[in-house]
């Protein structure tokens, strides 16, 4: 089945710093990649969609410069949390659709629990 | 506001028997997913039911799709205390790709 992994699993840092989180499809191809953000008991909100080559889409309310995100290759997408304070602290958790595919069925990472001190 | 709402928020039953989660949504949609979470980890796909379909099967799982009430549900049958997770259904409104997740159902299978 398809595979994606993220990197790392979880990350403590200090206030004011960033940090950068890796997505990868590891058998299939992904020209669109989703970036959703979870806090604790809760659903998944969709942060942006990610597009191989070209600028990614962001949802409302969320800052594209707070959370930075390239999509360099078809086989990964990275999320940078810019200058993180304790209220990014959230289980970043990554999906991939096969290029060529419907894209009715997403692949979901294993998630990032990040820390922010 | 969310677009799929879950009940209930939280069910716990004993092994052997029969789990019932229901999603509920707004928008028109192309077809209704549901996805597992363990503690702490990413989501599982279970299954994926059409707008034109009525009722799926997948094993020990059914669900249903009721359109004209905008609404779904989800069946465990047997359950096991491996079922033990987090159960979200999701839509992508507008027949487009963003998935948007339900609330979630929390599920606790007790030996």
């Known amino acids: 089945g398809a595979v994606v992994s993220q990197h790392p699993s979880w990350v403590i840092c200090k206030s004011g710093t960033s940090v950068k989180i890796e997505c990868r499809s590891l058998?299939?191809?992904?020209?669109?990649m989703f970036w959703y953000r979870q806090f604790p008991k809760q659903s998944l909100m969709l942060m942006a969609t990610?597009?191989?080559?070209?600028?990614?889409?962001?949802e409302q309310g969320v800052e594209k410069d707070k959370f930075l995100i390239n999509h360099a290759s078809l086989t990964l997408s990275t999320l940078t949390v810019t200058s993180a304070h304790p209220e990014d602290s959230s289980f970043y958790i990554c999906?991939?659709?096969?290029?060529?595919?419907?894209?009715?069925?997403?692949?979901f990472g294993p998630g990032t629990r990040l820390l922010v001190l | 506001s969310q677009q799929g709402e879950e009940d209930p928020q939280a069910l716990s039953i004993q092994e052997g028997e029969n789990a019932t989660m229901n999603c509920s949504y707004k928008?028109?949609?192309?077809?209704l997913q549901w996805y597992r979470q363990n503690s702490g980890r990413g989501l599982v796909h279970l299954i994926l039911?059409?707008?034109?379909?009525r009722e799926k099967h997948s094993g020990r799982l059914r669900v249903t799709l009721d359109t004209s009430k905008k609404s779904s549900s989800l069946l465990i049958t047997a359950s096991r205390a491996a079922d033990t997770a987090s159960y979200f259904c999701?839509?992508?409104?507008?027949?487009?790709?963003?998935?948007?997740f339900g609330t979630g159902t929390q599920l606790k299978v007790e030996l």
């Open positions: 990610s597009n191989e080559g070209s600028k990614a889409t962001y």
């Open positions: 999701a839509t992508a409104p507008g027949g487009g790709n963003k998935l948007t």
């Open positions: 999906s991939a659709s096969p290029s060529g595919s419907h894209q009715e069925t997403q692949y």
């Open positions: 039911i059409r707008s034109n379909e």
């Open positions: 058998d299939f191809q992904a020209t669109t």
């Open positions: 928008t028109s949609i192309n077809n």
